[in-house]
């Protein structure tokens, strides 16, 4: 029998003292081998050191840290401008009705069970996620060129792409809008792909640097692989125009480089889903591949439940199936299948037209609440006369306004006036209400004539 | 400008030819993959008509029905937390709570290293998620090191180090022979791996073989492990579900916690609270200090932003509000405990109507072992012979979810075996 030591009795006792009582627990012990056997190496655990000694702590992530700072903040005006997640008028986070019901079914149906999910998850989500984003009446779907995969919403559904790229696809370098996500670069990496940027934005107009994104992709390597916001660009809110996505996808097809579409925020650019959808069936409808993440995060306000979806558009059904088999592997280490309960959701709504009605006019409504929020910061500003062009505002489109504003007029903003955003100035017009407004507005009027 | 617009002109023309020249698929020569050993078998069992059937293949728990179960405490707090709260982003870390929860069930009510702030501690998706996060941080944080797992081990084991890029080797455990433990050697290995390797070891109800070592046997390997430096990582899928005591099942973690070591965690709540579909689990690695602590948190969460940003709520809403709930937390006990006890039933049924068949042969394992799974012994060709001829189906290894036995079908199934071992 084991003779019993007390194990360290404080919570002050230092980690020498820990040490030494490990030690003299051990040496104690009538150890059933030889003592001889036992090795003092410096590295023996005897030390009681970690091997994660050396671990530093992390810097906060740049877009969740601002909520961080944002809930330490007493004052009682202080406004959260920050993460992408959207407010009611009355600042509060929103559950869609049609969530709720949904919800209710599954709650109620007592035949529901949580088992495992198959690798790829829900059959009838994929199914039913691939008609939403590419069109119920596809060539691609139809012909079952299409596979489709269950994912952690859209960040599950790019790392889970990437990876596959990295371990199947000739090129392993992708091609990143400047600015983008700020999350994009890392996922990519550790998915083992090489990034690099295209010019995107034009502080100058506020607007898309449409010359500087054709000649960056256009001077990429055949093959490479270029990440493309479908919709409501994060964080610029500045999208291409119908006639300048066809110029972007002749010029993509005729190099052969390969479409990665970030799909955030279908449905909640313009209110309406198959407009949001514009840029990805486009390509296609040439008959050409690409890679689709979609999230349903915003436009199915179910951000925690994780819920999105990968799909990897072939030119032929058999290698569809193949593609989808090698998706299996990348899932199976990383997290074996999705869960259950989010997806489920969003397929009771998907496959019901009176659910599925329901949620457009719902999706429409944040969506124009936003528009709106957009039209009386405008206004706002220009009542006040606030020096600058002020129309990216409602030129912008989505969640986000890239303001222009830069980073010391941000830090006076959070510091003097308590309206907290990210440092590079996009501001979360989901975060806004008509009450706030003239707050917001007022703060960068201060901001912009105070500070330059 | 002219150029451009001319260029342009030249690209439009050559966009059906550029259409028909796509029509080759850069997947082309993408290699269709092989099944996954373990849930090829359900499918397998799905497709097949007949009305004997028995799936002892996957490890899911049924009752003796053969019916998935959903927990009652599950039910309850899933009433509770419907229509309540809001579904936002959880931090990267994942739900506090049920964080907390959790690691009172592996270190103890009332561990002092909770108090501390000693343990970095996630959210993650289940037990395969809480092993890749930790795989992925061995890698970025020892990159020299390698991980041994032992032979045999859960299959997916391999997979997730190799593809965190983590060299492996492995470690004896289980002995054919004695349909046991190969301790001896599993020491040998542990003396011979060079100082401060990583060891997977599974913390109870080792899978596929349900061999555990004894408490004598864990005070030793303890022993050898801290002598050679070496850290070890524990993977605890089936707390309460071995014995139908989480804390007897924790009993080898408490040996490591008590000889000093810093360990690391993986715990899932697939099977012990039934809620596989849901993916909840969690990552702990006791650390020096509290400061050490928040730093390895902090990098935990640096990996887990690039793979999913942050954990799904609903499962960790249902863990929290069961394990804060002391009736609630109670019940849950009890029924875990019904659920390893049918369990252990059916393994001295199945033992007790193979031995009254007059089998030739010794089944004092199914009783020995613990846990899901009975590892037969059963050769590839005999589990082949159990599907083909009686429409059973096991991985080829001989490994038998016992969660799949009932009162229903133990006869028919040792009538079986019987028949291919005779």
Not at chain 1, 147 to 170: D, I, K, N, P
Not at chain 1, 264 to 282: C, H, V
Not at chain 2, 379 to 405: C, K, W
Request: net charge positive; charged share 20%.
């Amino acid at each position: 029998m084991r003779p019993e030591f007390t194990s360290p009795s404080s919570s002050s006792s230092s980690s020498a003292d820990r040490r030494l009582n490990a030690l003299v627990r051990h040496l104690a012990t009538p150890s059933m081998v030889s003592q001889t056997a036992v090795a003092f190496s410096p590295t023996s655990g005897f030390h009681g050191d970690s091997v994660f000694s050396h671990v530093v702590r992390a810097p906060e992530d740049p877009i969740l840290g601002v909520t961080v700072a944002y809930n330490k903040d007493p004052s009682p005006v202080k406004l959260n401008l920050g993460v992408g997640a959207y407010r009611t008028e009355e600042g509060k986070p929103l559950v869609l009705n049609v969530v709720r019901k949904a919800e209710q079914m599954l709650l109620n149906d007592k035949s529901r069970v949580k088992e495992y999910l198959p690798i790829v998850g829900i059959a009838e989500f994929n199914k039913l996620s691939a008609q939403l984003i590419f069109g119920a009446d596809s060539p691609a779907i139809r012909e079952n060129r299409v596979t489709t995969v269950q994912c952690l919403s859209g960040t599950g559904s790019l790392r889970v792409g990437a990876e596959f790229l990295a371990r199947h696809y000739h090129q392993k370098t992708i091609y990143i809008p400047q600015p983008t996500w700020g999350n994009h670069p890392k996922v990519f990496t550790l998915a083992g792909l090489s990034v690099k940027t295209y010019r995107y934005y034009d502080p100058t107009t506020r607007g898309l640097n449409f010359q500087g994104l054709l000649e960056d992709l256009g001077s990429a390597p055949s093959g490479s692989i270029v990440l493309l916001h479908a919709c409501a660009h994060n964080p610029t809110g500045v999208d291409p125009t119908l006639q300048q996505w066809e110029q972007i996808r002749q010029l993509m097809r005729s190099k052969a480089l390969l479409p990665f579409f970030d799909s955030a925020y279908q449905g909640f650019a313009s209110g309406n889903l198959d407009e949001d959808a514009q840029s990805i069936r486009m390509f296609v409808t040439d008959g050409g591949e690409c890679f689709v993440a979609q999230s349903y995060a915003k436009n199915m306000g179910l951000y925690g439940e994780r819920v999105g979806a990968l799909s990897v558009v072939c030119t032929a059904a058999d290698v569809a199936s193949k593609v989808e088999s090698q998706l299996k592997l990348v899932i199976r280490p990383m997290f074996s299948n999705p869960p259950i309960h989010g997806a489920s959701i969003v397929a009771t709504i998907l496959k019901d037209s009176n659910l599925f009605n329901e949620w457009t006019i719902e999706l429409k409504a944040m969506a124009d609440r936003i528009i709106s929020m957009r039209k009386q910061l405008f206004d706002a500003l220009r009542a006040r006369g606030t020096p600058g062009d002020w129309s990216h505002i409602i030129k912008q489109i989505g969640m986000f306004t890239f303001t222009g504003l830069n980073s010391k007029q941000v830090e006076f903003m959070t510091r003097e006036c308590h309206i907290y955003m990210t440092s590079d100035g996009r501001i979360s017009m989901a975060g806004l209400s008509s009450k706030t407004v003239p707050h917001l507005a007022d703060a960068i009027h201060a901001a912009v004539t105070r500070m330059t | 400008m002219a150029i451009r617009r001319a260029m342009s002109g030249r690209i439009m023309d050559r966009t059906a030819v550029v259409g028909a020249r796509y029509m080759s698929s850069w997947w082309r020569s993408v290699q269709p993959a092989p099944k996954d050993p373990i849930l090829g078998v359900t499918e397998a069992f799905l497709a097949d008509q007949s009305p004997d059937k028995v799936n002892v293949g996957v490890g899911a728990y049924r009752d003796d029905n053969g019916k998935p179960v959903v927990l009652e405490c599950v039910r309850e707090a899933e009433r509770r937390i419907a229509g309540n709260l809001n579904m936002e982003y959880l931090p990267m870390g994942g739900s506090v709570k049920m964080v907390e929860e959790t690691l009172k069930l592996a270190y103890g009510e009332n561990s002092e290293l909770i108090k501390e702030k000693r343990i970095a501690a996630v959210q993650a998706l289940s037990g395969t998620g809480a092993c890749r996060l930790f795989a992925d941080f061995q890698k970025r944080f020892c990159p020299d090191s390698q991980i041994y797992i032992p032979v045999p081990t859960w299959a997916n084991h391999h997979n997730i180090w190799r593809d965190a890029q983590v060299p492996q080797k492995t470690y004896h455990y289980y002995h054919p022979e004695s349909k046991g433990l190969d301790f001896a050697a599993m020491i040998d290995d542990i003396k011979n791996a060079p100082n401060g390797s990583f060891f997977l070891l599974h913390a109870c109800a080792h899978n596929p073989t349900g061999v555990d070592p004894s408490e004598e046997q864990w005070r030793e390997i303890s022993h050898h492990i801290k002598a050679k430096g070496h850290f070890a990582f524990f993977d605890m899928a089936y707390q309460g579900f071995a014995s139908g005591d989480p804390e007897k099942d924790a009993k080898a973690i408490r040996i490591f916690l008590e000889d000093g070591h810093h360990i690391g965690i993986s715990q899932s709540y697939a099977k012990n609270m039934g809620l596989y579909g849901q993916r909840v689990g969690c990552l702990s690695v006791l650390c020096e200090d509290e400061k050490q602590a928040v730093a390895v948190k902090s990098q935990l969460q640096q990996l887990a932003r690039p793979m999913y940003s942050n954990p799904p709520v609903h499962g960790a809403l249902i863990v929290s509000t069961i394990l804060s709930d002391p009736d609630l937390k109670k019940q849950w006990l009890k029924e875990v405990k019904v659920m390893a006890d049918r369990i252990i039933g059916m393994r001295t049924a199945l033992r007790g109507n193979l031995e009254k068949l007059g089998s030739p042969l010794s089944w004092q394992h199914i009783t020995n072992q613990i846990g899901m799974f009975c590892y037969s012994g059963l050769t590839p060709e005999q589990v082949d012979r159990l599907t083909n001829e009686f429409h059973i189906y096991m991985t080829r290894n001989g490994r038998i979810s016992m969660a799949g036995v009932t009162t229903g079908n133990v006869k028919y199934l040792a009538n079986a075996i019987h028949e291919v071992t005779k």
